[in-house]
């Protein structure tokens, strides 16, 4: 196999691959501690004293509080901040009427969603009653315990009736996300598709496929912004609405038409606007081409749409397109909305998410896309710089912004409607409030997978004979995210993969020992021998030591035949790095490389280094290794704000130990002055605001949120981690290796399987701003070395 263009086949065998992709879901839903959610205590409850005040006796105090003024359960419970998902479970996902136990994983995922983006607490409520009557007593019972309602994947038409009935009877938020969610991203998308195209609302041709749940919410959203009725042809699985059916109900029944025998590709002909809420395929190219000029196709039957993006955008180079995925521009996704819009509710306590909270979600979703989009979301999308047009016409869920900028529209609509029980007054300090409650760590991480997906890179997985390191790369591999390229015996690893279910097929197995590798095995040696040849190595240990998989793998990378080695999962720290550092070398003007790991705490992503190379750095290495990770952390397209740490606070202590921080501080700062650092200090100090502004105000990092934390030496970087991890309960990615020439990264002896994943998102992002040789350039380097070696064989 050539190496150099490995590529793997562009579709798997789909049985193959729904068979491991359904064991990868049962196993992520089953391993360890089943399900996705837990109950987890925001207070103390160590001490007999703690358990005292949290139960009996002192809990009589709040619930006597509470008993005289029952509004005080927002004060004394968590009802404020708490949502029920509830769902009978006869219209799940793509899965139809499968009953609410079936249903129960969907409800958990969504509660984990209402957490991670908008940080709402979920109790989730499967329902076994499928009459509408005996559903909305049950729900309407439940009001004491939660802030808001989120009724999902219950069918139609007994949805309309039992959201209907709750938001009557009960006074705190309830909506049916499975219709208004996709009304209100798709309203934003919709005005703003419509601007770019130069055309009014109130005058554009609408046709509608499908008239289910979604499909009528979103139709009347878009009366809302101004559409007309008149303006409208809808069809549902029966063919048009028309007046002389019998079927339609009330709301249906406004947007009827008089004819009976318009099909589809009748009313095509001159739309402005088609919406798909239906199923795949039924719109061709030649109803686009029919379509007026500069038309919308919002085409979100999912998961294969109404007309396929590319088809579409071939048919008309015209045409505004947006679709229910992910892997296409415009992605109509409804964790844009639910998350937010229940955000602003809960926290003016609303009685109702009314048609007013509603619209000021769309008008603030529409109005963000118009914004400049933040370095984040473009690292995260591949993008030097979206900007509004016909390609971006909603934000993206990755947008930090989301949070900040759609709970206070909301919220400040709850208000001003009237159904608000509280008034916030200081909006500033409110949007400041947001955007503390979720650091920037799950932002991070789903930015830096979608970054690497959109740009795979190949990556040799240098001990894939482990099975953790054959699970990661199937994973990978079937994410997305690389190329894998597996190094040890194929037999092995063929009968490791067979042994745990694992579909590598795909995958290329490459064994340095076996005679198929000779020629490149010499290859290599070769010009490893050019580079060692004074520096310990003769030809014959360089022939020698391209039998070993971290040396091979190394020179993979160094001879383009591979974008990037990620190693170490069951060998020493120093022998994977050794060849790295022998094979690839530093990138220009570093003297030494360092690590690093990026930790995931509740405070944000911290960044920390050295944490596993240099043992006792000089001042000015420790300056160099603050420089490199202060480079990395900008990758990530954040702002490194650096505290070097001791345990000394600025001069305290005037030990060698504390003055060599010191001095690499004065250094670091000599170099770069841009850079937000200082030091020496205490690891505590940088994280509390208060004591750094009373004692010492002249500090560079008063009131700054700082990310990364330099230590003064391998023992204190490693034990700091080491306990953050596994006590502090942060989430760690690393090590990171920093300064070599092109990526080559370590794991940890015993990483888990998401660990390795993880590692090779970094090494794929690595291997995008590192790789400067194209497949070319590659092949002409590898012929430089055969023709060399050719001549001095003659």
């Known amino acids: 196999m050539d190496y150099r263009v490995y590529m793997p086949a562009k579709n798997r065998n789909m049985d193959k691959q729904i068979q491991l992709r359904k064991q990868q879901a049962l196993e992520y839903h089953s391993k360890g501690r089943p399900g996705k959610i837990e109950v987890v205590p925001t207070k103390e409850a160590k001490t007999q004293r703690d358990l005292s005040l949290a139960y009996s006796p002192g809990v009589a105090e709040p619930c006597k509080e509470i008993f005289n003024n029952k509004e005080d359960v927002y004060k004394y419970t968590a009802k404020g901040n708490l949502v029920g998902v509830i769902s009978n479970g006869t219209a799940v996902l793509g899965l139809g009427d499968i009953g609410p136990e079936a249903g129960k994983p969907v409800m958990e995922g969504k509660g984990v969603l209402f957490k991670i983006f908008a940080d709402i607490d979920v109790f989730d409520i499967e329902i076994n009653e499928k009459d509408p009557e005996k559903f909305v007593q049950i729900v309407k019972s439940l009001e004491p315990t939660f802030g808001g309602i989120n009724l999902e994947d219950i069918k139609a038409p007994e949805c309309f009736y039992i959201e209907k009935a709750l938001r009557e009877q009960m006074n705190i938020p309830v909506m049916h996300d499975d219709q208004h969610g996709t009304a209100i991203i798709s309203g934003a998308a919709l005005l703003n598709a419509l601007e770019i195209q130069k055309k009014k609302i109130e005058k554009a041709r609408f046709v509608i496929n499908g008239a289910g749940a979604a499909a009528m919410a979103c139709v009347q959203i878009y009366v809302a912004l101004g559409a007309r009725y008149e303006n409208f042809t809808m069809f549902d699985i029966d063919g048009v609405l028309h007046t002389g059916r019998t079927d339609l109900d009330e709301v249906k029944r406004k947007f009827a038409v008089q004819k009976s025998d318009i099909n589809l590709e009748k009313a095509m002909k001159d739309a402005d606007v088609f919406v798909g809420l239906s199923v795949r395929n039924v719109v061709t190219q030649e109803m686009v081409k029919s379509m007026a000029k500069n038309p919308v196709v919002f085409a979100m039957a999912n998961p294969e749409p109404e007309i396929s993006y590319d088809l579409a955008t071939a048919a008309r180079k015209d045409i505004i397109m947006a679709t229910g995925r992910s892997d296409y521009p415009n992605m109509v996704n409804n964790v844009l909305g639910f998350p937010f819009i229940f955000r602003g509710a809960l926290d003016v306590r609303a009685s109702q998410i009314n048609e007013a909270m509603k619209l000021a979600a769309v008008k603030a979703l529409a109005d963000l896309a118009k914004t400049p989009v933040p370095d984040i979301v473009n690292l995260a999308y591949n993008q030097k710089n979206m900007s509004f047009g016909p390609e971006y016409i ?57 970054k690497a997906r959109r740009d795979p890179k190949r990556i040799v997985f240098a001990e894939a004979d482990n099975v953790k390191v054959l699970k990661a790369a199937s994973i990978v591999y079937d994410e997305g995210i690389c190329y894998p390229i597996l190094l040890g015996n194929e037999e092995k690893i063929r009968r490791i993969a067979e042994e745990n279910t694992l579909d590598i097929s795909d995958l290329p197995i490459i064994d340095p020992h076996h005679e198929s590798t000779e020629e490149k095995r010499n290859l290599y040696a070769e010009v490893f021998f050019w580079k060692r040849q004074r520096k310990g190595f003769n030809y014959y240990e360089s022939k020698k030591v391209m039998s070993d998989r971290n040396h091979y793998g190394c020179m993979m990378v160094e001879m383009g035949d591979a974008d990037g080695m990620i190693s170490g999962l069951t060998r020493d720290y120093a022998e994977t790095i050794r060849p790295a550092l022998q094979i690839i070398g530093t990138e220009e003007g570093v003297k030494r490389i360092a690590g690093m790991y990026l930790l995931l705490t509740k405070k944000g992503p911290l960044f920390l280094g050295d944490t596993t190379v240099n043992f006792n750095p000089t001042a000015e290495e420790l300056a160099d290794i603050a420089e490199l990770v202060a480079k990395e952390v900008k990758t990530f397209n954040l702002t490194p704000r650096i505290a070097m740490l001791s345990y000394s606070n600025f001069g305290s202590n005037n030990s060698p130990e504390a003055r060599l921080v010191a001095e690499a501080t004065r250094i670091l700062k000599e170099r770069d002055r841009t850079l937000i650092v200082d030091g020496e200090m205490q690891a505590s100090l940088p994280f509390n605001k208060e004591i750094m502004r009373d004692n010492y105000p002249f500090s560079e990092l008063v009131n700054e949120d700082v990310n990364t934390l330099i230590f003064p030496n391998l023992s204190a970087g490693n034990v700091a981690y080491g306990l953050l991890k596994e006590v502090g309960g942060a989430d760690a990615i690393g090590p990171i290796l920093l300064g070599l020439k092109k990526p080559v990264h370590v794991l940890q002896l015993g990483s888990s399987v998401r660990s390795i994943i993880n590692m090779a998102n970094i090494a794929v992002i690595d291997a995008q701003l590192k790789c400067k040789l194209n497949t070319d350039d590659a092949v002409q380097r590898s012929q430089w070395w055969k023709g060399r070696k050719g001549k001095k064989d003659k």
């Not at 609509?413 to 409030?433: F, H, N």
């Open 394 to 450: 909603i934000p993206k869920p990755l947008d930090p912004r989301l949070l900040a900028t759609v709970s206070p529209a909301v919220a400040k609509a709850a208000i001003d409607s009237g159904v608000a029980k509280v008034k916030i007054d200081d909006w500033e300090a409110y949007t400041i409030e947001l955007n503390k409650r979720l650091g920037l760590d799950n932002q991070i991480m789903r930015a830096l997978g979608a």
